[in-house]
């Protein structure tokens, strides 16, 4: 026979075997890093730095292609990322060594994407140099087989302009 | 709203992320909390109209508690983490969900102890007339003592009757904390106000009382035992429940009330939600059909001198009404709380599916479990104490 | 002509150096007669590069993996992200960047550009298809009513200085680093989900692949390697911004200085977000 108080006495037993089952377990899952810079699991900042890159910059690329990096980098389309047009730098090199080639867009994949940014369309700045396509093949009086490369050459699209107009005028002076 | 030229929603907001399950999880600790203060209104407070039914609440709640955890964990991503939330909790935000780990604990700690501390001379007698396994059950649920001394009765009662007391505040606690998560969210306009805990607790307290009345009925009918239900029980369930109800539902309107009144631009876009995507699910079922309605018949049953019959039959149906409406009101505040999108300018859809990770069918699985499990649990714990002759 | 020149060298000033006349000139006195020859056949293509003379290489680049910004030299930077809405030209650029380096599933979105089209009536249309990933090209055909004005918005986290999303977050998988970067811990988050609704700006989602909490992180891990981050890197026309405001040589510093109007969105739930707006208007929500 057990006294009147046995069964509170076991139900506070099993009641301080719980709270001390849950402190343990903290203590055993609890990660190291814990509390490190606050309450949370203070590696993870550090893992999230260490994540690697998948895009790098436009240095990246003229590390090792300098012409044509240089010839960009005085053009209007100094800004742009060269990556945004071909693909990101670790797609093509891992470390020094080349993995794979670079996609180029041509022909008409090519017109699609300078379309991308150059398209007139509502929304866009004025100041945003914009063109209306077709139309602007016919109004600069050129074949509407052309991709925007042949007049344009996309690394530094305003250069080739100029010795272009200036063959234009030469061309009608030639001629006459 | 006709024209979806209009609509623009995030794109990361466009469906619903916190869906069906999220619904009933709430559903099913408002049940708990209701049946409980029902057993403490019994227990503690002594309406002696109400004890037939203590015991009953107490297992009703236990039903359910069983599965408060399974909507949540079905719904994480990781489930295998839900540790973390026992283990980290963050409680610098404070995150009221980190809340849930210690107090889903101590709540159920509190209900099977009181649970036991009730039962405990139940199940002495019970082991005598018992064999096999059932024995060896009454013997664990004892902790394996056989005290049957008046002193041993005494204290069973005292601390049952402590532990009814101290259990009211923390099933408060248990359910109003839910209704805190969605109060603190000043991103969601529908959501953030300081009402929110009251309205949850109310609408709790309403469903849990409810669901006592209907399964009350149903079970003595099933067993054949209609006679054994005084009706004093049921007048006595039936104007509680009309009682909260009222408070629950002018808490709700007020809500609403002042938020209109006040028409701010966060109003106004509630307001859309409301009259458009949200206008059958509020209006017409949980306002109209389940609200209005019941109130008038829980009036009618409360205030004016009805048959036995009557009071059974119009009693039960009620109560299954406003256990309806109960699901209605988490459904409009969850769901619509994600269909009045943050961009302010258009409403996120939400389309259940049948068989998908939170479906209707695993919806309903739920919410049908803890009425297999009571049935189940009523074969170790009698639910009413034995008929005096 | 000279108003894109203009335009041009409000971007840059490097046309009027030495070097950048230097290239020009050394263009000029190359081959003339093979250079016309090949031009008016029109077969000159790409290869017009080939004419500009070599340069040593400006700088070796090495993309190193390793932290270069340890976190204590992080935390005395105070980093700025400003977005001028008057110089996106909603090409997208900056979601495919996003998407590629932060590897998003499709359809989650860690940032995304809005369009805004604002009729005569005062009437905004607001939208977002694909998160604007593909570009704008294609105008709406479905506003019926004359349009007064349009502009693109892009959205990221607002890195806040009191974000709600770390307030609410249960078991403490989302915080704010040390030099102030609101991150998660994918190993420690149980999707729970409550971030995603407590985030003012939609920013947040679950990822359907690792299946925890995500968002922009503004390139944490490539600005401890002192890169900006991939969608800024990635902007052609420089209307995303990014740069620590205690070197007041940076742009962000000089933007800061200036008499420009920068806002924040949702001002009044007092979030404190510290990514600032050029030139949105009350539409932008």
């Known amino acids: 026979m057990n006294s009147p108080f046995s069964f509170t006495k076991r139900l506070i037993l099993i009641f301080i075997a719980i709270i001390v089952l849950v402190i343990m377990g903290r203590e055993y899952f609890l990660p190291d890093s814990w509390g490190m810079y606050g309450n949370y699991r203070g590696n993870a900042v550090h893992e999230e730095a260490n994540r690697s890159l998948v895009y790098g910059t436009n240095n990246s690329c003229g590390s090792c292609h300098e012409e044509v990096y240089d ?59 914009m063109i209306e396509y077709p139309k602007h093949l016919e109004d600069q009086d050129v074949k509407l087989t052309h991709d925007c490369n042949i007049c344009h050459t996309v690394h530094a699209p305003l250069e080739s302009m100029k010795y272009i107009k200036k063959l234009r005028t030469l061309k009608e002076k030639v001629q006459e | 709203m006709e024209a979806s030229i209009l609509n623009y929603v995030f794109p990361n907001d466009i469906h619903a992320h916190w869906t069906l399950m999220i619904v009933i999880y709430p559903y099913i600790t408002g049940v708990v909390a209701g049946a409980f203060i029902v057993s403490a209104l019994a227990h503690v407070f002594h309406v002696k109209a109400l004890e037939p039914i203590a015991k009953f609440a107490l297992i009703f709640a236990l039903s359910w508690l069983i599965f408060v955890t399974a ?13 973390w939330m026992l283990f980290t909790p963050n409680f610098s935000g404070p995150s009221m969900m980190a809340g849930f780990g210690y107090i889903y604990m101590a709540y ?45 009765l005494e204290i069973d009662h ?85 009682a909260f109800f009222i408070f629950d539902f002018v808490f709700e309107l007020l809500e609403l009330g ?132 | 002509m000279s108003l894109l020149r203009s335009f041009v060298s409000n971007i840059i000033d490097f046309e009027s150096t030495p070097k950048f006349k230097a290239i020009e000139q050394k263009m000029v006195d190359r081959d003339r007669r093979g250079f016309i020859e090949k031009v008016v056949s029109g077969s000159i293509g790409g290869s017009l590069f080939l004419m500009i003379p070599m340069q040593s290489s400006l700088f070796a680049e090495v993309l190193g993996d390793n ?46 550009v809005e369009r805004y089209v604002i009729d005569i009536y005062d009437t905004v249309y607001v939208d977002s298809p694909d998160g604007g990933e593909n570009g704008y090209s294609i105008p709406r055909d479905d506003i019926k009513e004359e349009v007064k004005d349009a502009f693109f918005v892009p959205k990221l986290c607002n890195m806040c200085e009191e974000p709600s999303c770390v307030q609410v977050c249960p078991v403490g998988a989302t915080f704010t680093s040390p030099d102030s970067f ?70 962000v510093s000089k933007i800061m200085a200036s008499k420009e109007i920068l806002t ?22």
Request: proline content about 4%; some cysteine.
């Open chain 1, 71 to 129: 010839m960009k980098r005085v053009g209007v389309h100094h800004r742009l990322s060269c990556e945004i047009c071909h693909a990101p730098v670790t797609e093509h090199v891992d470390g020094n060594k080349k993995i794979a080639d670079m996609p180029v867009k041509i022909g008409d994949a090519q017109s699609k994407l300078c379309l991308t940014c150059h398209q007139k369309v509502l929304g866009r700045s004025e100041k945003f140099p």
């Open chain 2, 71 to 83: 909507p949540l964990l079905n719904h994480l991503g990781h489930p295998e983490r839900a540790i």
């Open chain 2, 108 to 152: 159920t700690m509190l209900l099977i102890f009181e649970i036991l501390y009730i039962y405990r001379s139940d199940f002495i007698e019970l082991k005598k007339t018992t064999t096999g396994f059932k024995r060896v059950l009454y013997g664990v649920l004892t902790l394996g003592t056989n005290d049957e001394s008046k002193k041993g």
């Open chain 2, 158 to 242: 005292k601390i049952s009757l402590f532990l009814g007391a101290v259990g009211i505040p923390l099933a408060s606690l248990l359910h109003g904390y839910v209704g805190f998560i969605f109060g603190g969210v000043k991103a969601v306009e529908w959501w953030f106000t300081p009402l929110m805990p009251i309205i949850f607790l109310l609408s709790a307290s309403v469903s849990g009382i409810a669901g006592i009345i209907l399964f009350y009925i149903i079970i003595k009918k099933i067993t054949g035992k209609i006679s054994e239900i005084k009706t004093e029980t049921i007048i006595t369930l039936v104007k509680l429940l009309w």
């Open chain 2, 258 to 389: 002042v938020h209109a009144y006040g028409a701010t631009s966060g109003w106004h876009h509630v307001s859309a939600t409301l009259n458009g995507p949200m206008y059958f699910s509020f209006w017409i079922m949980q306002i109209f059909v389940l609200s209005i309605v019941p109130f008038f018949i829980l009036g009618y049953l409360s205030l004016a001198k009805v048959s036995r019959k009557v009071l059974l039959v119009l009693g039960s149906f009620v109560s299954a009404m406003i256990l309806v409406q109960v699901l209605f009101m988490r459904w409009n505040v969850v769901i619509g709380g994600q269909i009045m999108a943050k961009s302010e300018r258009g409403f996120a859809s939400f389309h259940p599916q049948l068989f998908e990770k939170e479906g209707i069918a695993v919806t309903i699985i739920m919410l049908v479990a803890p009425v297999v499990t009571l049935w189940l649990l009523s074969k170790v714990f009698p639910l009413w104490d034995r008929v005096k002759e």
């Open chain 3, 67 to 112: 932290e270069t910004i340890t976190l204590e030299e992080n935390k005395n930077k105070n980093y700025a992200f400003i977005v001028d809405v008057t110089g996106c030209i909603g090409c997208g650029s900056c979601c495919v960047a996003d998407r590629k380096e932060n590897n998003v599933p499709d359809g989650q979105y860690r940032t995304w």
């Open chain 3, 182 to 251: 609101v991150l998660i811990d994918k190993n420690h988050c149980v999707a729970c989900g409550y971030c995603v609704q407590a985030c003012p700006y939609g920013v947040r989602f679950i990822n359907e692949r690792t299946k925890t909490a995500d968002k922009c992180t503004w390139c944490y891990h490539r600005v401890r390697k002192g890169k900006l981050p991939a969608c800024v890197n990635a902007c052609p026309t420089g209307a995303r911004k990014f740069g620590d405001l205690n070197d007041p040589q940076s742009e």
């Open chain 3, 264 to 285: 924040v969105l949702k001002k009044e739930l007092g979030n404190e977000p510290t990514l600032y707006y050029i030139g949105a208007s009350q539409e932008v929500v």
